[in-house]
């Protein structure tokens, strides 16, 4: 008993970590033996409880002293550099075909809006990564959090149902 239920707090703590999405996780834990509903129900949890920490605290984190520095000593980096590639025209080549990190998820923001990028954000940057590019873009919080927590649910169906079944056709194989 305490073996399973140490399985499913790894489980928690994994869908929890922004790196590993349940993308990851929920083929796993079903891998693993452990039941379909709980593993998807706890890899939803584990996932869903960052996004709302993310979303409610990001204003108040965006507040401090700390972020507030950092912020203004990017921005003077950033006006340095492009002091210094005012004077080298290939460097301001350089700089037009380098593209930044996250460019797929904004353009996917543009385009789509905070649907289009909380459907694709698991798959394309993870769920985390893309509510801190909506909020960044300036979506509301609370139609962040429910668009994230209702995509979220249909990939946790969607990845619990494929996985499921796709065990059970591997295992059938041998």
Known sequence: MIE????????FIMAATPWLE????????IGMGLHPFWVGFISFIGNFLPIILIVYSLKKFQQTAWYKTW???RAHKKY??????????????????????NK????IFNKYGLPGLALLGPAITGIHLAAVIALSLKAN?????CWMGG??????????????????WVTGLF
Not at 141 to 145: F, G, I, L, P, W
């Open 141 to 145: 919080k609370h139609q962040t959090t």
């Open 4 to 11: 399973l239920l140490w399985q499913y707090l790894l489980i």
């Open 104 to 107: 797929r998820a904004i353009a």
């Open 22 to 29: 349940i993308l990851v996780v929920i083929p796993i834990g």
């Open 71 to 73: 912020k203004e000593k």
């Open 80 to 101: 340095l550099k492009e002091m210094d590639n005012e004077t080298d025209d290939s460097d301001k080549q350089l700089q037009k075909n380098k593209k930044p990190k």
């Open 151 to 168: 995509s979220l649910l249909g990939w946790t169906i969607f990845l619990t149902i494929a996985s499921y079944y796709s065990i059970d």
